[in-house]
């Protein structure tokens, strides 16, 4: 006993986590409850009957998946659970069905709900997103499509060394949460792959993204309306649409954004890298204390932009002005090579100019050259090395 509490004192002195140690966990293996890892037999409910086990002890315990291939339909994890220390435990590869109609309208493939204390550790998840990627783009009638994996209305969380795959759109995404720690992952989807984002978090406190690679259609990290907290550090960006904090202001009324670091980022071939985009429409939503900071960008098409005319259907805001204020945004040793001959661009709103932009030691060039740069109603100071030569 004495060993297992030095253990115990000993991980929690090396690492933060939100378990606490798992010596003498209760195991629900879902191989006792009736899955096949055969990649073809519907596991679904050996799943939620481990689950239900997992979640009514009242000690802490592990669900487990052993390795082999598991075929899985949409399926709910829900709390809340009499214990806080659940770890769920992936060594083989779950499957989504290949036909993209099945799953295809459900919010989430897979789902944790109304949870607290909840580990997912390892495992491939294979959305199996190419069919519908190839429906949308033919123009079809097709299904909006499933997120791989959600995590909503929870807290004390973390999701650590998971590699999804293909997902039908968005990868993973955190709603409604608070005090999340997603880690180690691997995000992998086509560079044509629509909708297809890394890691989604709107509604949410204390979210911690690190040591990730993320390649997918659309952006590796979006940032929603109602993020507080977040910090995203040593992730590598590409294929992809870069980090973006947005689209905002699509409402009226819209909780704001604030208190977001990003720091030691690498973007490669993006379309974009350190991107805030909102609409062109009135808004009471805001964007405040934003640190960018020591990013990489090789090759990207727009390596720094504010965007707040942003109007894909260009019929809901034509002409109008964005409402969301953006303000204390700092960008600081971001260097690298752009593909376009303008790497800043700032398209600020006339109804909300950008207040309180920073940059300082921005080194980015294109074609050997410095590169460019473009503001509108965008104000603030430039030091250091900068280059291209800063237009606030």
Known sequence: MA??????????????????CL?????????????KPDGRTDSTKAFLAAWTQACGSSSRSTLYVPPGRYFLL????????????????????LLAPTDYRVIGNAASWISFQNVDGVTVSGGILDGHGSGLWDCKQSGKNCPSGATTLSVSNSQNIVISGLHSLNSQMFHIVVNGCHNVRIQGVKITASGNSPNTDGIHVQLSSGVTILNSKIGTGDDCVSVGAGTTNLWIENVVCGPGHGISIGSLGKDLVEPGVQNVTVKTVTFIGTQNGLRIKTWGRPSNGFVRNVLFQHAVMTNVQNPIVIDQNYCPDNKNCPGQSSGVKISGVTYQDIHGTSATQVAVKFDCSKRSPCTGIKMENVRLTYMNQPAGASCNNADGTASGFIQPSSCL
């Open 23 to 35: 010596a003498g966990a209760a195991q629900y293996n879902v191989l006792n409850y009736g899955a």
């Open 74 to 93: 949409n399926v709910q994890f829900n709390g809340p659970c009499k214990n806080n220390a659940i770890v769920v435990r992936i060594d083989g590869s």
């Open 3 to 20: 060993n297992a509490r030095s253990t115990c004192f000993l991980l929690a002195s090396l690492v933060i986590v939100f378990t606490p």
